[in-house]
């Protein structure tokens, strides 16, 4: 008799995948030892995309403001100057947050038209120091508004920008400093509508500029010297503003202009709200533009922040409201 072939087995306990395994690893270690590499190479760096760039950048300006202003509050201040040091770092945090946090990536590069605000050279930190950082991180903010692509971010990066200056002029004054220019003097509304811009926002801005000339100018009929003077001015700002926006529409004289004859007067603190009326207007104005026009939105709802502030508004870390 011829005894049949054993059949093939593999060892008690090693199933084949692990012999099959074993096999590979040999294979390597012998190739390896002819020169042979089998490793792959390393995946190309990620690049940061442009509204990266813009919240990192952003956030960093923030994140050294606040840590500035905190340093002024561990080294003592007047309670008047440190009640507002405390209202900017703890804004500070809300900007962060809002912005997304602090950035975890490839490191992102600022664009040199918007230079981060320089750090504070003097050993002790001061009051003043805060002011002039603030300034330098709304200019910068308001510099990288052309350069993100999400018409949301622009937005948030505009108010982070409108709130670090109204804390600059509001500290300044506290501190007995100069405050920064800031935008007041480039206050224009845009010869065109720009593109993005939804008729229905762009109609309700229309309407609150032309809503507020009116209430102003009730105001100063009802109000003698100083305020009447400083409320009619305001009132004429306004209707120009007004004026400009449906010319810039194209709906001046026409039955799409939204403006009318005449607007309910609010019961009260009329000024501080017409101003934080038109602040959120532009707010969600800038949540539709591209970046063109953003700008120039930036600075009227800079200027409307400020102008509400002044009537006895509280300033806020995203002036205009958090968006939805």
């Known amino acids: ?33 002819c020169g042979v590499r089998l490793e792959s190479d390393p995946p190309p ?14 956030v960093e300006d923030v994140v050294g403001v606040r840590d500035l202003a905190q340093a002024v509050l561990d080294d003592g201040a007047t309670e008047a100057v440190a009640t507002r040091l405390r209202a900017i770092v703890k804004q500070a945090g ?34 003043a120091a805060v002011v002039r950082r603030l300034g330098a991180a709304s200019s910068a903010a308001r510099g990288r508004l052309a350069d993100a692509d999400d018409a949301h971010l622009a937005r948030l990066v505009a108010q982070v920008s409108a709130s670090q200056d109204l804390n600059a002029r509001a500290l300044a004054g506290l501190a007995h400093v100069k405050p920064p220019a800031g935008a007041a003097a480039r206050v224009t509304v845009p010869a065109t509508l720009p593109e993005g ?14 809503a507020a000339g009116y209430l102003l100018e009730v105001v100063a009929a009802r109000s003698k010297g100083a305020t009447r003077k ?83 508004a509280a300033i806020t870390a995203l002036p205009g409201g958090t968006p939805k």
Do not use: C, F, N
């Open 1 to 33: 008799m011829h005894p049949h072939p054993h059949p093939a087995r593999t060892l008690p306990g090693r199933p084949a995948a692990l012999l099959a395994t074993a096999a590979a690893v040999v294979l390597a270690l012998v190739l390896s030892g």
């Open 45 to 58: 760096a990620l690049t940061p995309t442009a509204d990266e760039v813009v919240r990192a950048a952003t």
């Open 94 to 127: 809300t900007q962060v947050t809002a912005l997304g946090g602090v950035y975890d990536g490839p490191a992102p590069t600022t664009s040199p038209t918007t230079p981060a605000p320089p750090t504070a050279t003097a050993t002790k930190p001061t009051a």
């Open 197 to 210: 811009a939804r008729a229905t926002v762009a109609a309700t801005v229309i309407e609150d500029e032309d």
């Open 230 to 312: 400083a409320a009619a001015a305001r009132a004429a700002v306004h209707r120009t503003r007004a004026q400009d926006w449906a010319d810039a529409a194209g709906v001046s004289g026409t039955d799409g202009d939204p403006r009318r004859t005449a607007y309910a007067l609010p019961a009260k603190a009329v000024a501080r709200t017409v101003e934080s009326r038109l602040t959120t207007g532009y707010a969600a104005l800038l949540d539709t533009l591209d970046p063109k026009g953003r700008a120039a939105v930036a600075d009227l709802l800079t200027d409307s922040a400020r102008a509400a502030v002044d009537a006895g």
